[in-house]
Every structure is written in structure tokens, then in C-alpha cells.
């Protein structure tokens, strides 16, 4: 089944201890993306990346990492996390044919909360 | 400024009605995506459009590209109370380079009442 898989579900932290949210695809897509979404604020991208070993930030990247040195895989890692950075995280992947976004497959999400 | 607006925010409907829901912009985009989410869970792709003045449709879903790629439509006809959800449009467009993003509406919440 073509599927995005994000681990962990749920996630309970405390200020400060660095945590990496992992996210894996099986579709050989090459675009993947991290999102947050936040009530009254909707969903807001925090890094993309386009191919293997190419990253770049979305809109709210500050306090956040991530790496891509396979294809499959996007890990986002927060080194030091703030209660601000408490939300419900999605990653995505997408197919893109001459650079027109033919849509993402979603992960089930994340919902972190840091204390 | 949000770059897509969605509208209406909220929409409460009976069961049997017609609705739309609209996203607009004052950018061009190389295309539009329509997503529905529900709680908890991620949004889930319901169509793309592509072309200016493109029609598509789902079932009782009907969506439409604007002519100058800058505005969606989303006509549900006969909802049902299994429509209820977040309906999120997407745009994607050149940031510079070969590099593209999208950006997604802060949605529309829709419940079908029975």
C-alpha cells in the first residue's frame, strides 16, 4: 500500500530534549515536506526538500532540522524543543512530472507536546 | 496576507443542500489541490487541477481551475453527513529557482446535519 508512515503517533517531551519525528515513504517520490498545524493558523510548512541531500525552509523552519540522505526517508529533528513548538505535525511526499505538483500523501500525523 | 483564502471559514448545512466553498488568490499557480481532513488525522488528496478553466469532477464533488489560474471552486451537490470535514485548497507555485512550494487555505469546516 503506497503509504507516508510517521513515528511516533503521540510524543510527550520536555523543554530541551532533543527528539527527531521520523517519516518514511514508499512511492519513490522525490518531494517531501514537513507541516505543522496549528488551530486558526492551518497548516504551515516548516522545511522541504526537493531530492536526496536537498533541503530547504518552508515558512516557520526556526527551531527545527532536517536531513535527507535517502530517498525514502525525511526525519524532522527538533535539537531543542519549546512549548511553542507544540502542535500536530504532518509530513508529505508528492509526485512532480515537469515540475507541476501532481498532489501529496500525507502521514497520519504527529501530535507532539513539549512541557 | 494569507496567500489563498478560503471561504466561507465555517459552513453548516442540512443534509440534501448544495453548496461551494471558494479559494482565491491574487498569485498564479501551476496547480491547485483540494484535500478534506478530519480530526487528527492528515488531509487526504481529493483532486488536482491543472489547467486554467479546468473542470473535474469526483462523484457528487465538482471542482474548478479559474481561467487565469489564480482561483478554485469546490460544488458539493446533495451533501451527506460523510462530507463533513476540513476542506483545505492548495496551491503550488515557483519560489525562486527550480524550487516550488505550496501553500495551503487556512480551510473550510464544513458539517452536514442529517
Known amino acids: 500500500e503506497a503509504q507516508v508512515t510517521q513515528n511516533p503517533r503521540y510524543l510527550i517531551t520536555v523543554t530541551g530534549k532533543k527528539l527527531t519525528v521520523t517519516c518514511s515513504q514508499n512511492?519513490?517520490?522525490?518531494?517531501m515536506s514537513w507541516y505543522r498545524q496549528d488551530p486558526g493558523l492551518g497548516l504551515r510548512q516548516i522545511y522541504y526538500s526537493m531530492n536526496v541531500e536537498v533541503t530547504d525552509k518552508g515558512d516557520v523552519p526556526e527551531g527545527y532540522k532536517v536531513s535527507r540522505k535517502e530517498k525514502r526517508n525525511f526525519p524532522l529533528i527538533l535539537e531543542s524543543p519549546s512549548p511553542n513548538q507544540t502542535s500536530l505535525y504532518f509530513c508529505a511526499s508528492s509526485l512532480r512530472v515537469n515540475y507541476v505538483n501532481y498532489g501529496y500523501t500525507f502521514g497520519s500525523g504527529t501530535r507532539l507536546t513539549v512541557v | 496576507t494569507q496567500l489563498l483564502e478560503q471561504s466561507p471559514q465555517f459552513l453548516s448545512i442540512q443534509e440534501g443542500e448544495n453548496l461551494t466553498v471558494y479559494c482565491n488568490s491574487s498569485?498564479?499557480?501551476?496547480?491547485l489541490q483540494w484535500y478534506r481532513q478530519e480530526p487528527g488525522e492528515g488531509p487526504v488528496l481529493l483532486v488536482t487541477?491543472?489547467?486554467?478553466?479546468e473542470v473535474k469532477k469526483l462523484k457528487r464533488l465538482t471542482f474548478q481551475f479559474g481561467d487565469a489560474r489564480k482561483d478554485s471552486s469546490l460544488h458539493i451537490t446533495a451533501a451527506q453527513t460523510g462530507d463533513t470535514g476540513l476542506y483545505l485548497c492548495a496551491g503550488d507555485r515557483n519560489s525562486g529557482g527550480s524550487n516550488y512550494k505550496l501553500t495551503f487555505g487556512k480551510g473550510t469546516l464544513l458539517t452536514v446535519n442529517p
Open positions: 487541477v491543472v489547467t486554467g478553466g
Open positions: 498569485s498564479v499557480f501551476s496547480s
Open positions: 512511492m519513490n517520490h522525490e518531494y
